[in-house]
C-alpha cells in the first residue's frame, strides 16, 4: 500500500472523486443537467424556501461568491425565484419553482439511489458508522450529537 493510501485526506478526495463522477453518470443517463451543488442547493430550498443566499451557502457549505453563480445558474433554467426579502430588503428570499420542485422530485431517487453505489462496499452499520464519522469530522451534527443525515440513510 502507497504512503498516500494511508492519508485520510487522499482517501477523501479519491471518494469524491468517485461520487462527483457517479452524480454526473446518474444525472446524465436521466437526461438531466444538474451538478452535486446545484441539487444541494436545491434539496435545501425545499426544506427551507425564503432562505437568502448567504444562508443557503453556509448550509451546503459554499463560499458566498460561489453560491450567488449557482443560484443565478438555476434561475436561469427557471428552477429557482428570487424576490426581495421580507426581512432584510438587500437580501433575496430564494424558494424553488414550480420546475425546480418537478425536477428535483424526479432526480432524488436517483441521487438516493447512487448513495448505494458510493457506500456500496459497506454493510448497513458500517454505512451508519461511517456517516457519523464524517458527520463529526465535517461539523454537520445536530444538537445532540448525532448526524440526521446518517439517520435517514439507514
Known amino acids: 500500500m502507497n504512503e498516500i493510501h494511508r492519508m485520510a485526506g487522499h482517501q ?24 452535486p451543488v446545484q441539487y444541494a ?42 424576490r426581495p426579502s421580507p426581512t432584510d430588503r438587500r437580501a433575496k428570499a430564494l424558494s424553488l419553482t414550480p420546475e425546480g420542485t418537478a425536477l428535483l422530485v424526479r432526480v432524488r431517487p436517483v441521487v438516493w439511489a447512487l448513495q448505494d453505489d458510493i457506500l456500496g462496499g459497506l454493510s448497513q452499520d458500517e454505512r451508519s458508522c461511517f456517516l457519523g464519522l464524517l458527520a463529526r469530522l465535517t461539523g454537520a451534527v445536530d444538537a445532540n450529537g448525532t448526524d440526521a443525515d446518517a439517520a435517514v440513510m439507514k
Do not use: C, H, W
Request: net charge positive; proline share 2%; hydrophobic share 50%.
Open 12 to 35: 477523501i478526495r479519491r471518494l469524491n472523486q468517485i461520487s462527483q463522477a457517479l452524480f454526473r453518470e446518474r444525472m446524465a443517463a436521466a437526461g438531466v443537467e444538474l451538478t
Open 41 to 82: 442547493a436545491l434539496a435545501t430550498l425545499a426544506e427551507r424556501p425564503g432562505l437568502d443566499q448567504a444562508s443557503l451557502a453556509a448550509d451546503i457549505a459554499y463560499d458566498k461568491v460561489t453560491i450567488g453563480g449557482v443560484i443565478d445558474r438555476l434561475a436561469a433554467k427557471g428552477l429557482v425565484d428570487r
